[in-house]
């Protein structure tokens, strides 16, 4: 089973990142996505989550009307598309799938907003 993240980076406030996350080895229509982010000092903390067919998607107060979770399922793909980013969204970022007690987690990408 892997998830690899990618597409995180600096980027000034206001900008804009995609993050993406490969999966592999396991059914990944069947499983809830999320993404999760973690901050120094701070606990992980769920940002956005989609529904295995992808119709329900849930985001923290935070990010409403800022970020957009997605899924392709033909490519086994999530994203989330961040944008209007602040300072406050600077973490480290992570992907995780969840179908019953199955749990998997991506190896965190980075994303820095800063100027």
């Known amino acids: 089973v892997q998830l690899v993240e990618s597409g995180g980076g600096l980027v000034q406030p206001g900008g804009s990142l995609r993050l993406s996350c490969a999966a592999s080895?396991?059914?990944?229509?069947?499983?809830?996505m999320s993404w999760y982010r973690q901050a120094p000092g701070k606990e992980r903390e769920l940002v956005a989550a989609i529904a295995s067919a992808g119709g329900s998607r849930n985001y923290v107060d935070s990010v409403k009307g800022r970020f957009t979770i997605s899924r392709d399922n033909a490519k086994n793909t999530v994203y989330l598309q961040m944008n209007s980013l602040k300072p406050e969204d600077t973490a480290v970022y992570y992907c995780?799938?969840?179908?019953?007690?199955?749990?998997?987690w991506g190896q965190g990408t980075q994303v820095t907003v800063s100027s």
């Open positions: 995780h799938a969840r179908l019953y007690s199955l749990s998997h």
């Open positions: 080895g396991f059914t990944f229509s069947r499983y809830g």
